[in-house]
């Protein structure tokens, strides 16, 4: 947990990349909506040997917080053979949604509850676009669209 009891802490996207990458048993939960998923892309894990779990934080288009988020990323993790201290990284599109998320899995029994803080697509840019300034995608790291 962070110094005031939150959760495990912020990353960036390249940091819980390598976090992934090294830890057989950690695990990547993508709390955007299925919109985003869908149209923007989700993070690609296999080339680490895992798929990531997509688990909205809150659903579109009401944007209303997801009742049932606790006990779905605790199947996720159940699915992945993950246990309550096994590193668990959440992702959104901007870091701000992850880290709630992050909080509200701590305050659920998790101890290794991390925000990507830079998200998938990161700040925008001068011209108010995403993907190019930070975050998962401007990292360069694998990911897919439908």
């Known amino acids: 947990m962070t110094a005031d009891g939150t959760y495990a802490g912020d990353l960036n996207s390249t940091d819980a990349w390598q976090r992934l990458a090294d ?3 950690a695990v990547l939960i993508d ?7 869908t149209f923007v892309g989700v993070p690609d894990l296999q ?3 895992k798929v990531a779990a997509l688990v909205e934080w809150q659903s579109f288009p009401s944007m209303d917080v997801n009742a049932g988020f606790v006990d779905q990323v605790a199947e996720a993790m159940r699915e992945r053979g993950a246990a309550t201290d096994t590193p668990v990284f959440f ?4 870091g701000a949604r992850s880290r709630a998320a992050a909080i509200a899995m701590t305050s659920a029994g998790l101890s290794a509850a991390y925000n990507i803080s830079d998200g998938f697509e990161g700040p925008q840019d001068a011209s108010r676009h995403r993907g190019s300034v930070a975050g998962w995608k401007a990292a360069g790291l694998p990911w897919v669209q439908s």
């Open 47 to 49: 080339p680490v040997g």
């Open 91 to 94: 992702l959104c599109r901007s």
């Open 31 to 37: 709390v955007r909506t299925r919109a985003e998923w």
């Open 23 to 25: 830890d057989e048993h």
